[in-house]
């Protein structure tokens, strides 16, 4: 009697504690909504609202797969509204534009500035500790700038052109005592730094990859028959990586042999010593980053997903889908938990790869395609950038979003307020104590 009796307690604790896990998930939710469709011009109850779902969010028995997307994008919308800057028409996170479409952004070597390419034919340097401050142009030309690629000791920029070859620019005036602006007019699909060394890898148009040093001699390294769009090249053990048109990801090791891609039997031949391509479908292959741990290969597809590749043992771990259109770069957190992707459907996405059931935050407030974004190099932020000109800088943990509300606004929720957005059966708490 005594073990059945403990069981029903039990089992009437845990039913509790499912009740009340679902009643704050549904106010979480709830409130975040409100926040969300509420008015631009009631900013501060706006702010509120966001701010105390945070809160409940934080700290109540909440399932974190339901709403921590309502949460974070509550508070980026209270966040916009607070720090519009209706002089200059900018949001709070806007913090840069060019003159044409954005095609790619980088950090320097410090968490404090980053560079920005256009098809403006210009590379931008911004201060973030100084958003409002006029940008150093470090690069201009007529050419149009398919992208850009910091050097692994941050001295050189490449810019990369579309059809017209590619230019390695110094970051900064000491670095220039030791190399000066280099043109390569020698036409390329696309190119990349070779990690820890003063050299550069490109693919002609004739698909011959070729090894550049910066004084200009070149060796070739192996050959394609493919469309390649990126490429990139293992740390580890220098293994070239190349996303291709046509679907096929394509990789040469060291020792490097030169031959042609064995296009026709390619199933077949993959697994080869020195050259492998496996196709991962019809869809072309846009863009390649490596985790910092140097075993995972994520793929960005025309299709909208994203391909998760095993490196040590070749072959997929899985694919994730949420984009409604092609995926234009990707980048894994300084940690490799996090991943970021952009889209041609306007948004970027930040997906948690240590838990596959939680939903990506999305960040969907430019008005254009989302062509590039870039993790900081300490993991909190992200920018990114696009068709509608505007670079913009958004904080990955909604912490900084939740601390900001309350450094902005004098008051709390009234009485009134409470009983209506939060309901007369909770007891009231102050939102932003001071």
Not at 107 to 121: E, I, K, R
Request: some cysteine.
């Amino acid at each position: 009697m005594r073990q059945l009796l403990t069981t029903a307690l039990l089992s009437l604790s845990l039913l509790s504690y499912a009740q009340d896990n679902r009643t704050t998930t549904e106010l979480v939710m709830s409130m975040s909504q409100r926040s969300l469709v509420m008015p631009g011009y009631l900013t501060e109850l706006k702010a509120l609202i966001a701010r105390q779902a945070y809160d409940f969010w934080k700290d109540g028995n909440v399932d974190p797969y339901v709403s921590h997307l309502n949460v974070y994008q509550a508070l980026y919308e209270a966040n916009k509204y607070l720090g519009y800057d209706s002089a200059r028409n900018m949001t709070f996170n806007q913090v840069g534009v060019h003159s044409n479409a954005v095609t790619s952004v980088v950090y320097s070597a410090d968490p404090y500035s980053y560079y920005s390419s256009s098809t403006d034919g210009k590379i931008l340097k911004w201060d973030i500790l100084n958003p409002t401050s006029i940008p150093e142009t470090v690069y201009e030309s007529k050419k149009i700038i398919q992208s850009i690629e910091m050097s692994n000791d941050g001295k050189v920029l490449m810019a990369i052109f579309y059809k017209e070859g590619l230019a390695l620019i110094p970051t900064s005036k000491n670095s220039q005592e030791d190399i000066q602006v280099l043109e390569d007019p020698t036409p390329v699909q696309t190119a990349t730094f070779l990690p820890g060394e003063r050299k550069y890898l490109t693919v002609t148009k004739s698909g011959d990859l070729i090894l550049k040093g910066f004084d200009a001699k070149s060796e070739q390294v192996g050959k394609t028959a493919l469309k390649i769009n990126e490429l990139k090249v293992d740390e580890k053990d220098g293994t070239i990586y190349a996303g291709s048109d046509e679907g096929v990801l394509e990789a040469w090791e060291k020792p490097y042999e030169v031959k042609e891609s064995p296009i026709d039997d390619i199933m077949e031949n993959w697994r080869q010593q020195s050259y492998f391509g496996y196709k991962l479908g019809s869809f072309s292959i846009n863009c390649l980053d490596i985790s910092p741990d140097g075993n995972t290969l994520a793929i960005g597809r025309d299709r909208g997903d994203i391909v998760l590749w095993d490196i040590p043992n070749k072959n997929l771990i899985r694919i994730i889908s949420g984009h409604q259109s092609t995926v234009t770069d990707i980048q894994f957190s300084p940690d490799g938990g996090l991943l970021l992707t952009t889209s041609r459907d306007g948004t970027a996405r930040i997906w948690d790869l240590t838990d596959s059931r939680k939903l990506p935050i999305i960040l969907d407030d430019h008005d254009d395609w989302v062509l590039t974004g870039s993790f900081d190099p300490t993991g909190t932020h992200v920018i990114t950038g696009g068709g509608d000109e505007y670079v913009r800088r958004w904080p990955v943990d909604p912490a900084y979003l939740a601390f900001r509300i309350c450094t902005l606004i004098n008051r709390n929720l009234t009485k009134e307020e409470w009983n209506e957005f939060v309901g007369i059966d909770i007891p009231y708490a102050v939102t932003c104590p001071k």
